[in-house]
């Protein structure tokens, strides 16, 4: 029996990437739209860069 590819399910594309901060009493933690989080960091900065990491963006200096 041949199958039709267009009776084929269709792949969906993976969800968009967009990252946020969000804080959770002295901590924060960078999300992510595709469901991706973080570990709770003490310091934005580091969970800032969590969610550079995510991205596949490069680390900024200072």
């Known amino acids: ?3 039709d590819p267009s009776d084929s399910p269709v792949d969906s594309p ?6 946020t901060t969000v ?3 002295s901590f924060c ?3 992510c739209a595709c469901g991706w989080s973080g570990p ?4 934005r900065d580091r969970a800032r860069a969590d969610a550079r990491e995510h991205l596949g963006m490069p680390e900024r200096d200072g």
């Not at 709770?40 to 310091?43: L, Q, T």
């Open 1 to 3: 029996m041949h199958q």
């Open 14 to 19: 993976a969800p968009a990437h967009s990252t």
């Open 23 to 25: 804080e959770r009493g």
């Open 29 to 31: 933690l960078a999300r």
């Open 40 to 43: 709770a960091r003490r310091a």
